[in-house]
C-alpha cells in the first residue's frame, strides 16, 4: 500500500529470513510503466517511515554474460536420474570433480536439474558442446546444456528480470509486509 498511489502494480515482494521469517528489511515493487517507478523513487526515496529512512532505486540492471566455466547446468534430467549415472554420462569427456541432482526439499523427488564440475574449462566445454540436444531416453525431451552461473551472475540476471520498473525500497520496517496487487 505504501506504493500504491504511484501507478499500477505488476508485483512486489518483502524479502525475509528464510530461517526466521523475519524480514530483511528491503524489498521490490514492480510497476507497469518506467515512469511509474521513477515517480516512486522521486516521491519515496528519503521518506521516514516508522522510524526508518527509506532508500528508494532502481533495482540493478546490469548482467554480464554466463562466461565459460568447469561448472556445467543440465537439464531436464529424467526424474530418476542419480547422480552416479550423470557423473558417468558426462565422464566420458573428462574428470568429473563434483556432481549434484538437485532434489526438492520438501517432497525429496528430484526436481530434474543437475551440475556437473570438470577438473577442467576444456572438458566442460567439450561435454557442452556434445551433449546439447542428447536425449537420456527414446521418449526424453532433448538436454539442455549450458555454463552453470556464479552466484553474482545468478543475482544479476535476476534483477535485470525486475530492471526499470522495478523499485528497491530499503530500511522497511519488520512488521511491514507487502501484499499481492489484487
Do not use: W
Not at 558417468?88 to 520438501?106: A, D, L, P, R, T
Not at 574449462?121 to 525431451?141: C, F, I, T, V, W
Not at 528480470?161 to 530499503?170: E, Y
Amino acid at each position: 500500500s505504501m506504493f500504491e498511489n504511484f501507478g499500477t502494480i505488476l508485483s512486489c515482494k518483502v524479502m525475509l529470513d528464510t530461517t526466521t521469517g523475519n524480514s530483511l528489511g528491503y524489498g521490490f515493487v514492480r510497476f507497469a510503466k518506467k515512469e511509474e517507478a521513477k515517480n516512486a523513487i522521486e516521491n519515496m526515496s528519503g521518506t521516514r517511515y516508522a522510524n526508518k529512512t527509506l532508500l528508494c532505486k532502481y533495482s540493478n540492471a546490469s548482467l554480464s554474460n554466463s562466461q565459460p566455466s568447469d561448472n556445467l547446468y543440465v537439464k531436464p534430467l529424467l526424474p530418476t536420474t542419480s547422480e552416479e549415472e550423470l557423473r558417468e554420462i558426462f565422464s566420458q569427456f573428462g574428470v568429473v570433480k563434483e556432481c549434484k541432482v538437485m532434489v526438492n526439499k520438501n517432497t525429496g523427488t528430484s526436481r530434474q536439474i543437475g551440475f556437473v564440475r570438470f577438473d577442467r574449462h576444456e572438458d566442460a566445454k567439450a561435454a557442452r558442446q556434445n551433449m546439447k540436444g542428447y536425449k537420456l531416453s527414446e521418449d526424453a525431451p532433448p538436454l539442455v546444456v549450458k555454463f552453470a552461473e556464479t552466484s553474482p551472475q545468478k543475482a544479476a540476471r535476476r534483477a535485470k528480470i525486475l530492471a526499470n520498473q522495478t523499485v528497491v525500497a530499503r530500511n522497511v520496517p519488520a512488521f511491514y509486509t507487502l501484499q499481492q496487487p489484487q
